[in-house]
Each structure stands twice: as C-alpha cells, then as structure tokens.
C-alpha cells in the first residue's frame, strides 16, 4: 500500500472513517450528473420532433431520415445551435456517452458493514512512510521477516504435520460475513475510565513533550480496541501491548541527535518504563526492552 501515498488515493474512505453511524459510502458522480445526462436526452428528442415537424417528416423517420432530409438537417442544426465541425452526429454521439455513463456508474459505492480492509506495506528506503493521518485511523501490526524464523522448528513442526495425515488432520478455517462483526459507533470518551485516563496521560505525560501527536483520535480507538479486545477474550495486559503495537510504537520516528537529542532519549526510557509498569504481570515486547538506537527510535 505505500508504493506510493496511501492518503492520496485513500484520502475520500480515510475521511468516511470518522463517521461510524452509517455504512461508508464513496462518491463516485454527483447525483445531479444522472438527472442533467437524462434531461439533455429529453431536450434532443424534443428538439428532434420538432425538426420533423417543421420538414413534414412522419413521427416515426429516423435520425438517419433527419439527416437525409435537407429541410429536417436543417431545421435540427437551427433549434440545436449546431455550427461547424459540431455536427449532429457527433453531438447525438456525445449525448449517448453521457447517458450511457450515468447509467452505467451510480452516483455512490456503499460499503458493507463487516468490510475489512486489510493491506501490506514495506518498510525501506524505496517506499513512502505512512503519515499520522494514516496511523490515527489504521492498526499496524508488525509481520516479523521470516528470513529470521527458526526454521529448523518449523521443519520439525511440518514433519509432525505430515506425519499426522497432512490436510486431513487440520480442520479448515471458516469466517462468515456475521462473524466479523458490523461496525457500530465509537462509545463515548468516559475520562473517568481507567483505560482511558491510562491513554490521555501517556498522550499528555510522555508523547506530547517528544512532539509525538497522540491526539483524542488515537486515544478513542485505543479505548474502542480495549473494550472489543476484553469481548473477544483477549486479557488486559495482552490488549494494552496490543494498543502499543499497534498505535503508539509505529508513531515514534524521532532524531535522536542534536540539541534536543538527551532530551527525547530521556523521555523515550520514561516511556518504555512506563510501559514496563503497565505490562509488569506479562512479558513485555522485547521492543520495548532493547536499548534505544542512537539515530532513531
């Protein structure tokens, strides 16, 4: 996805992602376009009768009648106010495209309720970073490389695999559409709840000061992901690593030299201490364990 700038061709569903109320919808024509294409239809045909009319020609000829008619030619290019290379033809012609366009795109793409969007980036020097706007209303899940996965136990755990009967010993994975769920409205910003009085102090305490935006966006969704995690049986301490992961690590691309340089250093260790305390009863992410690099985090 970030081949080139997510929020220029995702710019439209980006913003329909604020509202939650109804299914997202893009806009694919203005609604008026169907209605001007069907009216300028209905003015030619009109112009067209008339034509026949004022040349004596039966209500059924054809274009083609008209056109062979001088008397009909004529009367059609005077009521259209065609003149030069602007035929009649190609006017009918441009008429028939516009229709035929209308008709065929409708004015809007409705989403379904249970649409995921899910997509892969790359993270190198040849592809676009994502931007806030992206990270605010996305989740990033981090996909380890898999040149660095051991393979020997996988080896050992495909040979397990096979020698149990391959495919028939693994049951399938099936998802219906219900099974995803539909979205629904965020819930309102309870400040008084613990998860997210725990969000707006790390926005206010420890990202802000790094010049790291962790705006009321960030820290609803984080919330919303709390709430559906504990529904979908995920712990608490599990889901806040998650909320890390997920909205707040892929945020911090900070310069780490300079004059502000121990500064920021300074105020990454209180963060990952900060999310020390909080993981303190699970395994904390070795990520945010490991020594901070010297150039950026």
């Known amino acids: 996805m970030n ?6 061709y995702l710019a439209d569903f980006l913003s329909l992602l604020e509202d939650r109320r109804a299914p997202p919808a893009i806009r694919l024509q203005a609604e008026d ?3 001007d294409a069907v009216a ?30 001088r008397g009909a030619n004529d009367a059609l290019h005077r009521l259209t106010g065609l003149a030069g290379a602007d035929t009649v033809l190609t006017q009918h012609a441009r008429l028939r495209r ?30 676009h970073a994502l931007s806030p706007k992206i990270l605010d209303r996305a989740h990033v899940l981090r996909v380890p490389n898999p040149v660095l996965a051991d393979w020997a136990g996988l080896d050992a755990e495909a040979a397990t695999w ?16 219900s099974d995803l769920g539909e979205r ?4 309102p910003l309870d400040r008084d709840n613990a998860d997210v009085a725990r969000l707006l102090a790390l926005a206010r305490d420890r990202l802000e000061p790094l010049g790291v935006e962790f705006g009321l966006r960030a820290v609803r969704q984080g919330a919303h992901y709390l709430r559906q995690a504990a529904v979908a049986g995920i712990g608490p301490l599990a889901a806040m690593n998650n909320v ?25 260790r209180a963060l990952r201490d900060d999310f020390a305390e909080m993981l303190d009863d699970s395994t904390p992410p070795r990520c945010l364990r490991t020594r901070l690099p010297r150039s950026t985090a």
Do not use: C, M, W
């Open 3 to 8: 081949l080139a700038r997510v929020e220029h």
């Open 33 to 35: 376009g169907q209605r």
């Open 40 to 69: 300028d239809q209905r003015l030619f045909l009109a112009l067209e009768a008339e034509a026949r009319r004022l040349a004596g020609l039966p209500d059924n000829a054809t274009l083609a009648d008209i056109l062979l008619d």
């Open 98 to 127: 516009a229709l035929s366009s209308a008709a065929a795109v409708p004015p809007s793409l409705p989403f379904p309720t249970n649409l995921r969007l899910v997509g892969t980036i790359n993270v190198d020097d040849t592809t």
């Open 162 to 177: 096979v020698a149990d009967g391959g495919p028939d010993g693994v049951e399938p994975l099936r998802l219906t559409a």
């Open 184 to 187: 629904g409205e965020y819930p």
């Open 244 to 268: 890390a992961l997920h909205k707040v690590l892929p945020k911090l691309t900070l310069d780490l030299e300079g004059a502000n340089g121990p500064a920021r250093r300074a105020g990454l």
